[in-house]
C-alpha cells in the first residue's frame, strides 16, 4: 500500500527557511506522475503550492513562487519543499501528495501531514 510521509515542519520566524521532506514507499512513477505539496491553513481553503513530475517540470503557486522550491531525490523517493522567507500566512498543515496515474484513471495518495508555524 502507498504511504507518504512529512517531516521538517516547526515553528519558525518570518523571514525564515523551512525544509520539509516527504518520503513515500510502495509508488513506482511514471513520466507524467507527480508528488505536490498542499497546505491548509486555518479558516482557509486548501491550497497547492508545488508540484513536481518525475518528468521534472515543476510548478508553483504564485503565493509562493521566487520562495519556495520543490526537489527529488534522483528515484524520486523523496520529495523536498525549501521554503525561505516565510510569511505568517505560511502558517499551515502542509500535506504531501502522490498523482498517478494507473490506467484507466488518476490515482491520489495523500500523507498526514506537518505543521508549519510562522511567528514571531
Known amino acids: 500500500q502507498a504511504r507518504l510521509i512529512e517531516s521538517g515542519g516547526g515553528l519558525v520566524q518570518p523571514g525564515g527557511s523551512l525544509r520539509l521532506s516527504c518520503v513515500n514507499s510502495?509508488?513506482?512513477?511514471?513520466?507524467?506522475?507527480?508528488v505536490g505539496w498542499s497546505r491548509q491553513a486555518p479558516g482557509s481553503q486548501q491550497e497547492t503550492v508545488a508540484t513536481l513530475t518525475a518528468g521534472g517540470a515543476s510548478h508553483y503557486s504564485d503565493s509562493v513562487k521566487g520562495r519556495f522550491t520543490i526537489s527529488r531525490d534522483g528515484v524520486m523517493k523523496t520529495v523536498y519543499l525549501q521554503m525561505d522567507n516565510l510569511k505568517p500566512d505560511g502558517t499551515a498543515v502542509y500535506y504531501c501528495?502522490?498523482?498517478?496515474?494507473?490506467?484507466?484513471?488518476?490515482?491520489?495518495?495523500w500523507g498526514r501531514g506537518t505543521r508549519v508555524t510562522v511567528s514571531s
Open positions: 501528495y502522490a498523482k498517478i496515474f494507473e490506467q484507466p484513471v488518476w490515482r491520489t495518495c
Open positions: 510502495h509508488i513506482i512513477f511514471s513520466f507524467d506522475d507527480m
